[in-house]
């Protein structure tokens, strides 16, 4: 939500996503960028957002706003800081660096946001450059204008772009969400986008309006026949011979189809903690 949005950053307060990012970037005009820098900071100092995590973006290294919000986010101790178009692993250990410099403690966390075409062929690098990194966060609005391509159902234009920053997140054990949906008032666009994320192995989409937390939440959470299935899955392969392959409704099981089952069954466990009153 934008910095400067008193009432979307109370509103938010009570609503059910996993986290809460407070944009001094895009969603600020120029001149509300001091105000919204501070609003941001006093917000996050003061805790309101119980255990969601909490992460403020920061504008880019090439603007004049960078290190300024940078300390100012830093000492407001949020979980993480993210940064838009982050462009290469130095820009990365820069980044780094200059929290370090901040005063960041050591678990304070970077998310990269990946939306120029030289980030998404670089990746990889990016994705290994700094123990600090932990979510790469695809920015498919600025992507698409990079690309001169178009907003399409099914965005053919950035599939290949989604795909290769997956394979990158994945290679490198880090955490990867989508971009956002524009249209706020487009349940079904946003559902099958959201659906199409879930498919490719992304781990969550970034939101931009209460509407569409609901309909991540439900898509992103392993449904109720999942965790079934994943239950009988470990039953079968635990009482089984111990001979690496065992059967279940017909399927073959194996390590592998085993350690899916132990991520679902761990998600539904993570998401049933936190879905006991969130303060
Ligand atoms: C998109 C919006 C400008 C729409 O705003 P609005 O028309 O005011 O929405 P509603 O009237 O339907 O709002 C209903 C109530 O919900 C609250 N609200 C709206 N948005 C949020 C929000 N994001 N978080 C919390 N609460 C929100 C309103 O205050 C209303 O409350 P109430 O008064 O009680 O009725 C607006 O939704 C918006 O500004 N969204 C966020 C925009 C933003 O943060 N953009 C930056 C991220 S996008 C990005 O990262 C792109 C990326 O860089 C890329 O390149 O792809
Ligand atoms: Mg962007």
Request: hydrophobic content about 45%; charged content about 25%.
């Amino acid at each position: 939500m934008p910095g400067a949005n008193a009432r979307a950053l109370d509103k938010a307060k009570g609503l059910a996503c996993d986290a809460i990012i407070i944009d001094l970037e895009d969603a600020v005009a120029p001149d509300a960028k001091e105000e919204a820098r501070r609003r941001a900071a006093e917000t996050v100092a003061s805790h309101p957002y119980g255990t969601r995590e909490v992460v403020i973006r920061v504008n880019g290294m090439d603007t004049p706003w960078y290190h300024d919000d940078l300390t100012a986010a830093v000492a407001a101790g949020p979980d993480a800081i993210a940064v838009p178009k982050v462009g290469s692993a130095d820009q990365v250990r820069t980044i780094a660096a200059d929290m370090e410099a901040a005063g960041a403690p050591a678990d304070m966390r970077l998310w990269a946001m990946i939306e120029t075409p030289r980030a998404v062929l670089d990746c990889l690098a990016i994705a290994e450059a700094s123990p600090r990194l932990a979510a790469l966060v695809m920015g498919t609005n600025d992507l698409t204008k990079e690309l001169q391509a178009q907003h399409v159902p099914g965005r053919a234009p950035v599939t290949t772009a989604l795909q290769m920053c997956l394979l990158a997140a994945r290679a490198a054990g880090k955490v990867i969400l989508d971009g956002v949906y524009n249209d706020v008032r487009d349940a079904e666009g946003f559902r099958s986008q959201a659906e199409e994320a879930y498919l490719m192995g992304f781990d969550g989409k970034t939101l931009i309006h209460p509407s569409q937390v609901g309909p991540a939440n439900e898509v992103f959470a392993p449904s109720q026949d999942e965790v079934e299935d994943a239950r009988g899955v470990l039953d079968a392969w635990e009482t089984g011979d111990g001979s690496g392959v065992v059967t279940y409704q017909g399927r073959m099981i194996e390590n592998l189809h085993v350690d899916t089952a132990r991520r679902i069954l761990a998600l539904a466990d993570a998401i049933s903690a936190a879905e006991t009153p969130r303060d």
